[in-house]
């Protein structure tokens, strides 16, 4: 007990005492008073005080393992001999616990369907509560699953040309296991790939962030800004008069029909809408605005509009790009210099968030890795969040930290 609690205590038997020595009752053991005689009022507030006094210094903690190789839910979670298995399940008994509790994970890879929730988790400055790896054992926080999982199909090669003659050295494609999520980022060998698309950049090189990955209109480009009315996007190969000269759509052979275009409509506005029509070979496509899009203006000739395509399987042309069928469940992909993806490891990400926590104070993480998801914090007060000492392997994760 502290010695906070026994000041508190004290006082409260010296009332109780005071009041029946005026009455002239007999004397008797400050500990029999406070059983016998104490008022309903005192007997809450002092509930409450020994509520809150199990978060104060010198509470009990408690250290908590979680295994995801060896551990099981059923498990008390209280030793290294008998883990939980998963960290919700860890999470949730550490918020039963008192302030200063930990979870500790055993060496390993962990995945979970949904994410792992945290809410209201409020430990002190004193005693936060901890998710750490055990004695800094490599663990990693995945939102990916492996496309191989369960001892799935294999990557096959086909040496066809895809229409227009995209991947016209060929490519690998797999189907995805039954159940397994639609993916929307993809890691070959840890390293992420790009979406297939035109014109090609790549994350390794960081190309994508150059103006090479983009394409331009010519300025008789039109831009209606109605939902659901046709705009018509000239690229600047092809216009009567020039834009901002980048690569030729035309000169591309893709039938963009179909593709999304990510089209910049306003200095900072960047929006993804279908192609409603193109012509291989030509230089010009159709797409309109969709609902939710912002009004920049009220319509006319925008030129150098930027823009990119994606989403159909003959921007699939380059090292590095992969596609997703969601017809039919295949990954369509070209590796880094060629190689066999039988012999590397994909990791498709299918997870958003690894852990949301919303109203959560005092909760350090440490030495975890995080691969292919994020972590979202939703804090009442970012001042008194305390997390730190993570780590983020993929080039999307990001700390979001009061958003
Ligand atoms: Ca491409």
């Not at 919700?88 to 994970?105: M, N, P, T």
């Not at 809408?273 to 319509?299: E, I, N, Y």
């Not at 939703?378 to 008194?384: K, L, P, W, Y």
Request: one cysteine or more; a neutral charge; hydrophobic letters at 40%.
């Amino acid at each position: 007990m502290s010695e906070t609690t026994c000041s508190s205590g004290f006082l409260l038997r010296r009332r109780t005492l005071r009041r029946h020595h005026l009455k002239g009752l007999p004397r008797l053991p400050a500990s029999s008073l406070l059983l016998v005689r104490l008022p309903s009022f005192l007997a809450v507030l002092l509930a409450t005080l020994l509520h809150a006094l199990s978060n104060l210094p010198g509470a009990d903690t408690a250290t908590y393992y979680v295994s995801s190789t060896a551990g099981a839910d059923t498990n008390d979670g209280l030793s290294l001999g008998a883990p939980f298995l998963s960290l919700q399940k860890c999470v949730d008994a550490i918020k039963a616990d008192v302030a200063g509790s930990e979870c500790q994970l055993r060496e390993g890879e962990y995945y979970s369907d949904n994410s792992v929730f945290v809410e209201r988790l409020e430990g002190t400055a004193a005693q936060p509560y901890v998710i750490q790896a055990y004695q800094k054992e490599t663990v990693k926080i995945v939102g990916t699953r492996d496309v191989t999982e369960g001892g799935g199909s294999a990557w096959t090669w086909t040496t066809a040309n895809l229409a227009g003659g995209g991947a016209g050295a060929g490519h690998w494609s797999i189907e995805l296991p039954a159940g397994f999520p639609d993916p929307w980022q993809l890691f070959v060998d840890g390293e992420v790939y790009m979406n297939a698309r035109w014109p090609n950049g790549r994350w390794d090189d960081k190309s994508v962030f150059t103006r090479s990955a983009w394409a331009f209109s010519a300025t008789e480009t039109s831009y209606v800004d109605t939902v659901g009315a046709t705009s018509t996007v000239w690229d600047s190969c092809c216009g009567t008069s020039a834009g901002v000269t980048g690569e030729s759509l035309q000169a591309a052979g893709i039938d963009a029909t179909g593709a999304h275009v990510i089209i910049n409509i306003g200095s900072w506005i960047t929006y993804p809408a279908p192609v409603l029509s193109h012509t291989r070979g030509t230089g010009s496509f159709t797409f309109s605005k969709q609902d939710g899009w912002a009004s920049v203006q009220t319509g006319g000739t925008v030129g150098a509009m930027k823009y990119y395509l994606e989403n159909k399987l003959e921007l699939l042309d380059a090292a590095m790009e992969w596609f997703y069928d969601k017809a039919t469940r295949r990954i369509h992909l070209i590796t880094k210099n060629g190689a066999n993806p039988n012999t590397m490891r994909v990791q498709a990400r299918v997870q958003e968030y690894a852990i949301r926590s919303t109203k959560t104070k005092y909760l350090t993480l440490k030495n975890l890795q995080f691969f292919g998801t994020t972590v979202w914090f939703g804090a009442m007060n970012q001042n008194s969040d305390n997390v730190k000492g993570i780590r983020m392997d993929s080039l999307e994760s990001c700390l979001a930290l009061n958003s």
